[in-house]
């Protein structure tokens, strides 16, 4: 809560940003410190406090827009952020592929190993592959879409 | 068609001993480029270096450092695939990409840290984010030598791989806790060109290989963005995120919670055993896609094998997925706990896996 | 990090699909933006609606916004051509203040705090939030209400605070936050929660 507080003034210190945005985003009770705190301001500083209600309708407006931007990378390439230096085992340059699209929780049942079919396995295989390619030897560390999904249809999420 | 070269341990053809000088020179440069701390360099080590440990630093900073394009076939019980794959590195930057050339239409473009994961053929977009490393506690052993503790590191034969010569590596597993690897180190830049997973009874269960590769050629940086600019409206984003995680009620992190008010979270568990020569790397809480609640992980490796455990809050979620699974190198257990489900993943047999996964103890509810 | 490169950070994030991050930034400017743009449009029926535009429009053009400039003026911008285009459809014209740079006008309006055009509605709920604000101040302690006001009214940094509070920054820091949360408990009432709030 402190650290939302310094936040919004511009006071908080540059390694805990990015954690307290995404907690920020993450918990109600601090949105709505956010939220109120910054009405605080707005009174103090004399811009009239209407209807609460602007970010509710700009809430279900938002949700109606088509997402603004996929990032575009600028011709050059991004300063690497130093990594931690390795020991031997660090064969691998970062990629990846999904077990499987996105939406799509079961496999196929054509699918021919009988391994790992199971929809919650395959999710957390992906997350820890999509971790793990650090520490893996060889790049990169493919994790493949179960066979015979074709183009899936865009499953509602 | 391989070119195997027989040669008797310890007799060296006059080509085979000069390379071992330039990799000697070459591994003693890339430690000093790899910064103080890291790394003893070998000629002060207390261990001796051997070819094949020299030859996998090599291989370990060549895949970190070399900018390359190809394409490779991914295999694993029984799928195969193939991506093309450019990765460029320079002083102003790491990006990569890799690009699906069968199956579903899929793309992973990383840029610095940034991951984006592009599924074309179903219009969803996955944010996320690599871990770097930074702040971490050092996963991976300081020296060569640790690995050794429980893989036995040979240099087997130069073969051909990805038109390539290259040197064999066998990290062969001490004890059966582990698979054995071997990965195929391209002779002129270092870079893993092929690399294996091998089970306890001989079978390959994992492998990539390069079948069309260059390295170190001029690449435009376009190669390694995604390949659409546009048109990506009305696509789906789902974002997740990583952060490093301590246990709650440690830290200071936890202590400024305690502070300003914020309810501790309960604790959660950890594997009282784990495999020989494993600790703790890496504990993250992640936000995956359709979970309302983020997932603790702890990530365990012994320099080069690696397991992870979830502990997701939602303990719903895994009813009626309980069990073991596996496919290639990576297993998984999937159990349900009091109020949490917890889930065991790795490249590791299913006997480890099972031993890991019983140990981890009854858990405190809430 | 300062004030400007936290909203560049709620920018990036935005950018990358993190529509939250954008919300946030919405909650921090709503209002700022709406009363400047109140003074364009003065139907004070139609203004929350030319500020959801402006907003929408703002990020729709998220791609365009480079950092080179703070997000607020590159949002004032947007906001102004949004009001403009209004006018212009509405077959009226804008009043001649529009193009003055939004440090002045944020300057100017401390003079024209009667002008802003509100319903009553809005008037009333302005006039409440207000009044509590001023007496929750009022229950507060000296340093907590003196180092809110510093920070708000006057726009001190911690730092500048602390010299003239005599007091380490992270008291500062404390006691502003202490302050916000003593005027947030009265107004909670007014404003509902989160989940009265339907995010």
Known sequence: MKDVSALMDGELERRRVRSTISRLEGQDELRDAWATFHVIRDALQGNAVGSSRFIEKFHERLEQEPLSVVPRWRAGLPRARAMALAGVAVLLVAGMFAWMSPGERVPPATFVDAGLSDSVAIEYAMAHRQLVPAFVAGPPAHVPAAPGTGATAGSAR | MKRMSVRAAGSLSPAVSRQRRLVHAGALLLLCTLGAGTFRAPAAAAAPATDAQAWLVRASAAARTASYSGVYVYTCAGITETARVTRLRNASGDAERIESLDGTRREVVRRGDEIHYFFVDSKTVRVDRRVSGRGFPDFLPQDPSTLAAHYSIEAGPVDRAAGRTVQVIRLRARDGSRYTQEIWADQQSGLPVKRRVIDERGDIIEQFVFTELTVGERLSPRQAMPSRRTGYAGWTVENSSVEEARQPGTGPLAQAQAKGGDAAPAPFPEPRMLPPGFRKVMQVSRTLPGHDRPVMQSVYSDGLATLSVFVDPDVARVAGHEGISQRGAVGVITRAAGDRAVITVGEVPAATLRKVADSIGPLASR | ?199
């Open chain 3, 1 to 199: 990090m300062s004030d400007r490169e936290i909203d560049h950070q709620l920018v990036l994030r935005a950018q990358r699909g993190d529509k939250l991050a954008f919300e946030l930034l919405v909650n921090k400017y709503e209002r700022k933006l709406q009363r400047l743009l109140s003074r364009l449009v003065r139907d004070p029926a139609e203004v929350e609606d030319v500020t959801q535009e402006a907003f929408i429009k703002a990020y729709r053009a998220l791609p365009t916004f480079r950092g080179e400039s703070a997000f607020y003026t590159w949002l004032y911008r947007i906001g102004i051509n949004t009001a403009k285009n209004y006018l212009t459809a509405q077959g009226r014209k804008a009043p001649a203040t529009v193009d003055i740079d939004p440090e002045d006008a944020e300057a100017a309006s401390e003079n024209e705090l009667a002008r802003d055009s509100s319903t009553p509605e809005q008037e009333m709920m302005s006039r409440q939030v207000a009044e509590t604000v001023n007496a929750a101040m009022d229950a507060l302690p000296e340093e907590l209400r003196s180092a809110i006001m510093l920070r708000e009214i006057e726009g001190m940094s911690y730092d500048e605070i602390a010299a003239i509070m005599n007091c380490p920054i992270g008291t500062v820091r404390s006691r502003i936050f202490r302050a916000r949360e003593a005027i947030a408990e009265q107004l909670r009432p007014l404003l509902g929660t989160h989940k009265d709030r339907r995010w």
